[in-house]
């Protein structure tokens, strides 16, 4: 959520998970917070009369009650304020060598699919994440598009699969991502833009890269409302600054010849913080 901030959000943040590190160390240590916990929370800021929101953000969590107690929650701001925006990140797994895995708990899945993302406005899954929600497989652009037509129709307006292993148009050395937002006028007729991003590839395995896109694919969103090109421009140029500055750092603390770490391979979020709040814009979406 520091992203959020640094674009000039107040965040009121309630951890999911109390661990150590994240889990891309080999060890980790710490908690998962219940419905029990999470609503004893809530509970505390509507005493305070505190509880009223623009926008939601969730995303890493490995307790069903807690996604369940989420969806509660949520319907409850949007019934004080109904121009609240959910913006959901479906973190459930990813594919590794093409093979996908979820690394949460399976009984996740159904919850997000049949509870979560139905209130959702803004769902940010990666391929496989998507493939899980709507039981059908992408294997070209057209599948991708038609998967999100589907995820459409469970409720979300803008859709973004934030990573894929289709082929890019510029080459293997890149990583599409694709957008559909979907309006409906005032008549009832539906518009859908429809954006395809590609980026170059980093060689690393980098974690929270997800949650970074989400926050920033929020306060660009709401920076540019109805231009979801814009906004996921700005934001894959930011992720962009981040991943080549981190990169960078990372190989050299781990020497020549070497392989980073999980430490070394930490997000370089403040040293990025000017690439967060103003991006050079390197890499253009292509409008479809």
């Not at 000039?8 to 951890?15: I, K, S």
């Not at 890019?168 to 990583?175: F, M, V």
């Not at 421009?233 to 070497?258: C, D």
């Amino acid at each position: 959520m520091c992203s959020a901030l640094v674009l000039g959000f107040e965040v009121d943040t309630v951890n999911s998970v109390q661990f150590s590190n994240h889990t891309g160390y080999a060890h980790w240590k710490g908690q998962v917070l219940n419905s029990d916990e999470l609503h004893e929370l809530y509970e505390g800021l509507k005493l305070n009369m505190v509880n009223r929101y623009d926008y939601v953000l969730t995303g890493y969590t490995r307790d069903t009650s807690f996604l369940a107690m989420v969806v509660d929650i949520v319907q409850e701001l949007k019934q004080q304020n109904s121009n609240l925006v959910y913006v959901c990140d479906p973190v459930m797994g990813d594919k590794w060598n093409g093979e996908g895995s979820m690394y949460v708990p399976k009984d996740l899945l159904p919850v997000y699919r049949d509870k979560v993302v139905p209130v959702a406005d803004i769902i940010t899954p990666n391929q496989f994440e998507a493939e899980l929600l709507t039981g059908r497989k992408i294997y070209t652009e057209k599948d991708a598009l038609e998967v999100m037509d589907m995820l459409h129709a469970m409720g979300p307006e803008t859709v973004v699969i934030t990573s894929s292993d289709l082929q890019a148009p510029l080459g293997n050395d890149y990583l599409i991502a694709l957008g559909s937002h979907r309006k409906t006028k005032a008549d009832g007729t539906r518009i859908t833009q429809r954006i395809r991003v590609e980026s170059p590839k980093v060689d690393a395995v980098f974690v929270g890269t997800g949650d970074l896109f989400a926050a920033m694919l929020l306060a660009w969103t709401h920076k540019h409302p109805n231009n979801l090109k814009v906004a996921c421009e700005k934001t894959v140029s930011a992720m962009q600054h981040v991943l080549q500055r981190t990169i960078k750092s990372a190989k050299v603390q781990a020497g020549e010849g070497n392989k980073p770490n999980s430490a070394q391979l930490e997000l370089r979020m403040v040293q990025s913080k000017k690439d967060i709040e103003n991006p050079e814009i390197i890499v253009k979406a292509t409008v479809l």
